[in-house]
């Protein structure tokens, strides 16, 4: 019924959060009509009228039982429900060999690769603005880090957010089911460039992506096309590849 | 006001005290129903600010970098368009001051001020001249607040949340002694809110009246005493994290400044530690409100007294362990994570506990829907909107998607707005006729809740929608993002709302000012209501009562009690048989 609200969902682990979404939504639904009908229905039933007579009651233990049990339960059974996504999500690492190193600063996304020799901090990496490119039905690791403020990278339709802490390393990963352009915006306010502070992620199918890779991550690749949208603030391009 | 102290002046001299001059009666007084209307007026002036901050940041949601109306004047050199650090800087002191220096004055300061004293049957606060400098301290701190505005660099931009490092180093955000001043207002207004909760904490385990037993304190009162203590250990954690965050700023310090050892996660840490009881603290007097009203207007006992009492003291514990929950995705420990969701959702239960009582107390009754009944109604229904929404993020995998999107706006705002700002006006028009001696106009009130309460609705439901798409808050331009485009027609239909709802405030003010000076004197007990301070004059005069204060015999909800002929019990009529034998 949400659907239509939520954007199209195309990681791996994004069908759980939307399953729990929309589980969330169907109990808090019913629960919202229960108590708005509830209590439209005693403010029509009970409103003032010549003759009538408030009933002089202090409670009743029984329904305060029934009503601390009884939603103590549903949350209880919402936390289960919770943690086999959370821990797959955030506490566990696929085994994967596709790593790329995202640097946070304001106002842009500087993507590495490791290069050819599968190393970062070596004289083959590569780095990109704004813009990451990985194959679909693989395991990505990112290894997310920032060089000024607070960051969050965020990826609507892979469900995928997490902040960028300066000081710190933090590991995420996502599985990208279908290929295509997505659009990665920064979710923490990080300055005033925060609005606009956007990159792309390509997923490409195996093929492409082997192809854009011999093209632009050996040696003497040049500049990938210019196939990204202008982000805002960006200061300089210097053609994409640094270093 | 004026005429309302003048009839208070007659009762003191009765009393038998000497009067005090124009300045300690009006200005520096240690009278807790001045000190009272002093945070209420601060608190509204305030408001009409906050909301106009709310205003510019959605004029400029639907129609972005267009010339904001009024604004030309002030934003001389871009012609009335918001550039990012002001926009920045209006979101920011939106919040700050809303929170801050309007729902805290108003229901703490003033209604905590107010009815603590009235309702236990004390004369007045224990400590009177503290409570005159918290008043003074506050107010200080939303002066030196406000002279942010005029400081070169703008106004603090980080969000009320400030975290560190943006709001750590000047140069990230471009603002200087703008957040160096958002610091020393808060820190100050720490200090005050320390004096005053201290002062609720005393008063009302030292003060109560003959007969007042805890467990015959209306539920306002057991409120704003788990909010006193909620302000007590809360705010010095706030007053310690912002003089930190200055000393980071000022002194070289690198609490927060990974460069220099430090760590921004800290500053979360102690942020929200504060931060999440603060929301309590912002919503549990309106709790309490809503639980005092409700009862009045129903005609009847309010449903389990005694879970209400227990269900608040149950929040007040959780609320200390909870707070973890706005870090799911910061990159603290995704195990902590796991243990925040445990009481998170754990806290849930005390609140569905008051819902189902609330819901309990209208179960059988005779609801007379007057202006303050109505306000305290849409307490109710919004606050189980903001519950419900909650729930949500409390599930940490849905947290990782809506985390830093409207969602969250909408959830706070069903929570302040729908939960404390309308247990506010709903405490306004309760206690007006007490506090000023005068009723306010009934179909102004009308004018005011209905239009409000749909605006209200208008404003902030489509933000979950929007949310639920994704956009994140804090965002200066939507239009800029692709995925977020096909629903801009929503941010032109909230702010539209939204300045209609600005609108419905306009009746609230006419009606304030005009019963102020010209409404309707107000009887003893207009509301026929039991608790003690409808048995003090309208407006109670200093010291609160004549030569006795009430003595009290029951609880304070004994509505249509078989017990009296009339439909209402008032907590200090001596029970039948002992009339008179303990009066004196």
Same mark, same amino acid.
Request: proline share 7%; charged share 10%; glycine share 8%.
């Given at each position: ?169 933090? @590991?995420? #990963?996502?599985? %990208?089911?279908? /290929?295509?352009? =997505?659009?990665?915006?920064? *979710? $923490? ?8 502070? @956007?990159? #792309?992620?390509? %997923?490409?199918? /195996?093929?492409? =992506?082997?192809?854009?890779? *011999? $093209? ?24 994409? *590849?640094?270093? | ?584």
């Amino acid at each position: 019924m949400l659907d239509w609200w939520l954007p199209e969902n195309v990681s791996t682990y994004g069908r759980e959060i939307d399953w729990l979404f929309h589980l969330i939504y169907y109990i808090t639904g019913v629960t919202f009509i229960l108590v708005f009908v509830t209590m439209l229905a005693f403010l029509v039933m009970y409103r003032d009228r010549p003759g009538r007579k408030a009933r002089y009651t202090h409670g009743n233990t029984t329904l305060e039982i029934v009503w601390t049990v009884v939603p103590a339960l549903i949350l209880v059974i919402l936390t289960l429900l919770s943690v086999p996504a959370w821990s797959k999500i955030k506490m566990t690492m696929p085994d994967t060999d596709f790593v790329v190193q995202v640097t946070a600063k304001q106002f842009n996304w500087q993507v590495t690769y490791p290069g050819p020799d599968g190393k970062f901090g070596t004289e083959d990496d590569k780095t990109l603005l704004d813009e990451m490119h990985v194959p679909v039905n693989k395991v990505v690791r990112v290894i997310l880090k920032s060089q000024d403020v607070i960051h969050s990278f965020f990826v609507p339709q892979f469900r995928m957010k997490q902040d960028a802490v300066p000081g710190r390393e933090i @590991r995420q #990963w996502f599985e %990208v089911t279908k /290929p295509g352009k =997505y659009e990665w915006p920064c *979710a $923490e306010l990080c300055g005033f460039g925060h609005s606009g502070m @956007r990159g #792309w992620i390509y %997923v490409h199918t /195996p093929d492409e =992506y082997g192809k854009w890779a *011999a $093209e632009n991550l050996t040696t003497a690749a040049a500049a990938p096309a210019a196939a990204n949208a202008k982000p805002e603030e960006t200061p300089t391009k210097e053609g994409k *590849a640094k270093k | 006001m004026s005429a309302s102290s003048a009839t208070a002046h007659a009762h003191v001299e009765h009393a038998g005290h000497h009067e005090l001059g124009f300045v300690r009666t009006y200005i520096f007084s240690t009278d807790h129903k001045m000190i009272a209307r002093q945070f209420l007026f601060m608190g509204l002036f305030m408001m009409v600010l906050g909301g106009l901050l709310a205003l510019i940041v959605r004029w400029q949601l639907a129609w972005p970098e267009t010339a904001v109306p009024g604004l030309g004047s002030i934003l001389k050199e871009t012609g009335g368009i918001l550039e990012p650090s002001t926009y920045n800087m209006a979101f920011t002191m939106h919040a700050t001051i809303m929170i801050f220096f309007v729902i805290m004055p108003i229901l703490a300061g003033a209604f905590g001020n107010f009815c603590i004293p009235l309702m236990i049957g004390a004369r007045d606060m224990a400590f009177p001249f503290l409570n005159m400098l918290s008043f003074w301290v506050t107010f200080s701190a939303g002066l030196i607040m406000l002279s942010g505005f005029f400081v070169e660099g703008g106004h603090a931009a980080a969000g009320w949340t400030s975290y560190a490092p943006l709001s750590a180093v000047p140069s990230y955000t471009g603002v200087n002694w703008g957040q160096n001043i958002w610091c020393i207002s808060l820190f100050t207004m720490g200090v005050g809110s320390m004096m005053g909760s201290i002062n609720y904490i005393t008063t009302i385990i030292n003060m109560r009246a003959p007969g007042m037993r805890l467990f015959r304190m209306p539920l306002v009162v057991w409120s704003l005493f788990i909010t006193a203590i909620l302000l007590l250990l809360a705010l010095p954690v706030l007053t310690s994290g912002v003089a930190m965050l200055l000393f980071d700023r000022t002194l070289g310090t690198s609490w927060f400044k990974p460069a220099g050892g430090g760590e921004p996660l800290l500053w979360q840490h102690l942020f929200w530690y504060f931060g999440h009881p603060e929301v309590y603290i912002l919503i549990l007097p309106a709790m309490g409100i809503a639980s005092e009203i409700l009862p009045v207007f129903c005609r009847k006992p309010i449903f389990g007294y005694h879970a209400m009492a227990f269900s608040m003291i149950g929040i007040a514990f959780l609320s200390w362990i909870v707070y973890g929950h706005h870090m799911f995705v910061s990159g603290m420990s995704p195990a902590l994570g796991m243990a925040f969701t445990v009481t998170t959702m754990i806290i849930a239960v005390p609140s569905a506990i008051k819902t189902f009582n609330w819901l309990g107390t209208l179960w059988g009754a005779r609801i007379q829907f007057t202006v303050p009944m109505l306000n305290a109604l849409a307490f109710v229904s919004m606050f189980v909107i903001g519950g419900l929404s909650g729930i949500f993020m409390a599930s940490t995998p849905v947290d990782i998607y809506i985390q830093d999107t409207y969602f969250i706006v909408a959830h706070i705002h069903y929570v302040v707005f729908g939960g404390s700002i309308f247990g506010a006006f709903a405490a306004i028009y309760y206690w007006f006729p007490k506090m000023f001696g005068r009723m306010t106009n009934t179909a102004l009130g009308h004018l005011h809740f209905w239009p409000t309460f749909v605006f209200f609705n208008l404003t902030f439901f489509p933000m979950h929608i929007i949310g639920v798409g994704g956009q994140m808050r804090r965002i200066y331009n939507p239009t800029q993002y692709e995925f977020l485009q096909h629903q801009q027609h929503w941010n032109v239909f909230i702010t539209y709302s939204a300045l209609l709802l600005g609108v419905s405030q306009i009746p609230f003010v006419i009606n304030f000012f005009w019963s102020l000076f010209a409404g309707k004197p107000a009887p003893l007990n207009p509301w026929n209501a039991n608790t003690l301070e409808w048995t003090a004059p309208s407006p109670p005069p200093h010291l609160n009562w004549g030569p006795t204060v009430p003595t009290v015999y029951r609880g304070p909800y004994e509505y249509s009690s078989p017990e009296s002929r009339e439909d209402f019990l008032p907590q200090s009529t001596p029970p039948v048989g002992a009339a008179g034998a303990r009066r004196h």
